[in-house]
T-cell receptor, first 120, second 110 residues
């Protein structure tokens, strides 16, 4: 149980285009979803936290108009990288948490497999 | 100063060796602590939570020293499959905000 999927797993796009990444909790309802970014040989950096039905909370230095997050349901959150540029190339990972999964800690985050974005 | 600091390694060890990783965190108000494992080009996976009393899961032992703001992970009898990057992760506040260290690379060789 507690499976999180991401789609697509990798994407290559031209500079200036927008890219949408989906994060789904497959077998549980996620009260909160998180979006992270990881550059090569660096740690995961939290970009934003989103709760279903409310606006995402962005971390300092993350442009909310560039990284649009929509959390329309308890099982789906999307991250849209608008007008992507080569410096946006990174590994984007989502995670989800729920208080309702028996046998697991209330704050345990379940990670998706990640999306590798390459902007040419 | 980084919020979570780790020695990046790599640690190159032979099979069967015992290896220890250390981690320090800057925020004394941190609430919970974890070790995650991340394989190349994959998502991180929870290895174990870390408690003040110390905890053990098979070959893995984690320790927390709140006074020194220090966390450790000990791996005994290393296997080839233990080769990965080990991430020290701290929950900085009430709620679910996790802060990741940059990771320590472990390479176990036969």
């Amino acid at each position: 149980g507690a499976v999180v999927s991401q789609h697509p797993s990798w994407v290559i796009c031209k500079s200036g285009t927008s890219v949408k990444i989906e994060c789904r909790s497959l077998d549980f309802q996620a009260t909160t979803m998180f979006w992270y970014r990881q550059f090569p040989k660096q740690s995961l950096m939290l970009m934003a936290t989103s709760n279903e039905g409310s606006k995402a909370t962005y971390e300092q230095g993350v442009e909310k108009d560039k990284f649009l997050i929509n959390h329309a349901s308890l099982t789906l959150s999307t991250l849209t990288v608008t007008s992507a540029h080569p410096e946006d190339s990174s590994f984007y990972i989502c995670s989800a948490t729920s208080r309702l999964i028996s046998g697991r800690a209330a704050n345990e985050q379940f990670f998706g497999p990640g999306t590798r974005l390459t902007v040419l | 100063r980084k919020e979570v600091e780790q020695d990046p390694g790599p640690f190159n060890v032979p099979e069967g060796a015992t290896v220890a990783f250390n981690c320090t965190y800057s925020n004394s108000a941190s609430q919970s602590f974890f070790w995650y494992r991340q394989d190349c080009r994959k998502e991180p996976k929870l290895l174990m939570s870390v408690y003040s009393s110390g905890n053990e899961d098979g070959r893995f032992t984690a320790q927390l020293n709140r006074a020194s703001q220090y966390i450790s992970l000990l791996i005994r009898d290393s296997k080839l499959s233990d080769s990965a990057t080990y991430l020290c992760v701290v929950n900085m506040e009430y709620g679910n905000k996790l802060v990741f260290g940059a990771g320590t690379i472990l390479r176990v060789k036969s």
